[in-house]
């Protein structure tokens, strides 16, 4: 629920009146606003923090395994205004068996290699990713080594062909 102080905050009233229901939550803790997004709204959501909110950057972008909660799967984008020096957090929430959210890069090109990476160490698909593929672990890896459940020692037998 969002309290009505972070309603009031400009960028959490103008995504509100023009996509409510992508807006799913929003916090102000220590100075950061914090926006929980739909996924399947998460590339108009973007564009729209680009072009009118000059969110110009996104600086970073990783997962997080919550299992064995459900939804088990978060998606965080760091954004920031280089016009007002201003930071913003999303996040999206996406289930564990097949997770899977659009990708950021055609509003970012910068998404490119950190959509390559949480797919490689999380597992999360990033649909219309222009190549998605390994970038951390060998072709051919077994698993996704940053989930929770992925066993401690790695699997046993590390590739799949052998």
Request: proline share 6%; aromatic share 12%; charged share 25%.
């Amino acid at each position: 629920m969002i309290s009505d102080q972070v309603r009031e905050l400009p960028l959490v009233a103008a995504l509100s009146g023009r996509a409510g229901s992508a807006l799913v939550d929003a916090a102000f803790e220590r100075g950061e606003l914090s926006l929980e997004i739909d996924p399947a709204q998460i590339v108009d959501i973007c564009s729209f923090l680009k072009i009118d909110w000059k969110f110009v950057r996104l600086s970073a972008l990783t997962g997080v395994d919550w299992y064995p909660s459900e939804p088990r799967f978060e998606v965080v984008y760091f954004l920031h205004s280089l016009d007002r020096n201003e930071r913003l957090r999303l996040k999206c929430r996406l289930t564990g068996e097949h997770p899977e959210i659009d990708s950021v890069y055609p509003v970012w090109k910068a998404a490119d290699w950190y959509e390559r990476e949480t797919f490689d160490l999380f597992g999360i698909a990033f649909r219309n990713h222009p190549g998605l593929t390994r970038i951390m672990m060998p072709e051919g890896w077994n698993g996704h080594p940053l989930r929770k459940d992925y066993p401690v020692h790695g699997h046993k037998y590390s590739y799949i062909d052998e």
